[in-house]
């Protein structure tokens, strides 16, 4: 779509996605230059995000691997509500609704926290998942799995709702007294196992002393790290392995990296987990016959939206949906029961589900559900403070649209 033929609620629109879209580190955030220029105005904000990439597309959670999850799942996402800077407290209600809505969406898309009240229709292998990790940490196992499913089907999410959860536990609980480390792989990031193992090194925060051994080697740092590992025991801190892309490592030569690991669960050197993620089904005719013996080949399968057009027209309530707990971040109590009436009212509405039926019959992926969700959910303003089922089959027939007609209008 050409700058010249945006009108001035897209410009409005885009600009603010664009600046929620990203972390305030990123370096494709806007907060990240606001040193440099603190005065930009949404127009710039659309000049950068024309260059920026797509965010119409739905944003693989490959892409996002290497950051760790935020903690806890709505506790967090009240505490970066209210940690704002004092320019939010000047902000109307369905500004604020806006915000929680479109800070929820683009987290959920790409995979980074668990910001939905329960994992529907997932329940089985978050159990599975949670359990495993839950007891590397409390009782010092040693465990190895594959989370298998398509992509989109909530298998970053299921991780980093269990480490939420286990995070919960090990601080509050009595359940687990021990603390642990959680290292993230991604198979697109980490292309060789030594780019691997230097990163594992960053994250448990021995880097520094990697660098003064004077390492040159991969062999070199490999015997560095085992050596770590063998000191420890059942009392050791836990160390959580998270190998996004898994099925990538696998083509590595020699597959070194994925054997010691798998070598270290086995021995039960050190209390250690190895979680891959990946969505292929024949991921284990990858490995290696030595690297295959010292797999526990546990698999966790993951479905996507196994349960139907009732499990993701639940997922997309709960998306739109402001919980309880964060009814004083709104701050009007009677806006916050209006906008959950509304809500509830799109849902009663035919041609609303029919999008939504539409969309899960294009391709069940719940980032297409989230693409169309943007557009309606950024335009809530003090004009606009409700949703209603028209704007969303708006922003589907536009979602629909041929690019080349539009332009030529």
């Given at each position: ?8 609620d897209?410009?409005?629109?885009l ?26 105005t949404?127009e ?5 995000a024309?260059?920026?990439?797509s965010?119409s ?7 996002t691997?290497?950051a760790p999850?935020?903690?806890?799942s ?34 959920v ?12 229709g ?15 940490v ?7 799995a594959?989370?298998i499913g398509?992509?989109?089907s ?9 480490l ?16 642990h480390?959680t ?10 196992d ?11 925060s ?6 003064e051994?004077?390492?040159r ?8 790290i ?6 420890g025991?059942r ?11 898994f099925?990538?490592?696998a ?6 990296l994925?054997?010691?690991l798998?070598?270290?669960a ?20 990858l490995?290696?016959?030595?690297v ?12 996507l ?9 639940e ?5 739109l ?11 009007d ?7 959950n009436?509304?809500?509830?009212e799109m849902f ?11 969309i899960?019959?294009?391709g069940k992926?719940?980032?297409y559900m989230i ?7 950024a335009k809530?303003?003090?004009t ?16 629909r649209?041929?690019?080349k ?5």
């Amino acid at each position: 779509m050409a700058k010249q033929n945006l009108d001035k609620d897209d410009i409005e629109v885009l600009g603010f996605v664009y600046a929620n879209a990203f972390p305030t580190s990123h370096p494709c955030s806007p907060q990240y230059h606001d040193a440099a220029d603190s005065n930009q105005t949404w127009e710039s904000a659309v000049d950068m995000a024309m260059t920026a990439p797509s965010l119409s597309q739905p944003v693989p959670s490959s892409l996002t691997a290497g950051a760790p999850p935020a903690k806890g799942s709505l506790r967090s996402e009240r505490r970066r509500m209210t940690r704002g800077n004092s320019s939010r407290q000047n902000l109307s209600a369905p500004q604020i609704t806006r915000n929680i809505l479109m800070q929820r969406m683009t987290s959920v898309s790409n995979g980074l926290s668990p910001s939905l009240r329960a994992l529907v229709g997932l329940d089985e292998p978050y159990q599975k998942v949670y359990d495993l990790l839950h007891r590397t940490v409390t009782n010092g196992e040693s465990n190895s799995a594959l989370v298998i499913g398509p992509r989109g089907s909530g298998k970053s999410s299921i991780i980093s709702t269990a480490l939420a959860e286990l995070a919960t536990v090990t601080s509050h609980g009595q359940q687990a007294a021990k603390t642990h480390f959680t290292v993230y792989l991604n198979g697109h990031i980490h292309t060789t196992d030594y780019l691997a193992l230097r990163d594992i090194a960053r994250q448990l925060s021995i880097e520094q002393n990697t660098d003064e051994l004077n390492i040159r080697s991969f062999s070199d740092a490999m015997l560095y790290i085992l050596e770590i590992f063998k000191r420890g025991n059942r009392q050791t801190t836990s160390v959580l392995f998270i190998l996004d892309e898994f099925d990538l490592f696998a083509q590595h030569p020699k597959q070194t990296l994925l054997y010691t690991l798998f070598d270290i669960a086995q021995s039960q050197q050190s209390p250690i987990a190895v979680v891959g993620l990946t969505p292929r089904l024949d991921v284990l005719d990858l490995l290696e016959k030595r690297v295959k013996s010292r797999f526990s080949h546990r698999q966790i399968y993951v479905n996507l939206v196994g349960g139907g057009v009732q499990q993701y027209l639940e997922i997309a309530r709960q998306l739109l949906t402001i919980p309880d707990e964060l009814r004083e971040v709104v701050g009007d109590d009677g806006y916050f029961a209006r906008f959950n009436e509304s809500v509830e009212e799109m849902f009663q509405d035919t041609a609303f589900v029919n999008v939504l039926s539409s969309i899960f019959n294009l391709g069940k992926d719940i980032r297409y559900m989230i693409r169309v969700f943007m557009l309606p959910v950024a335009k809530l303003c003090k004009t606009k403070p409700l949703l209603d089922a028209r704007s969303f089959v708006d922003a589907y027939t536009r979602q629909r649209e041929d690019g080349k007609v539009a332009i030529s209008r």
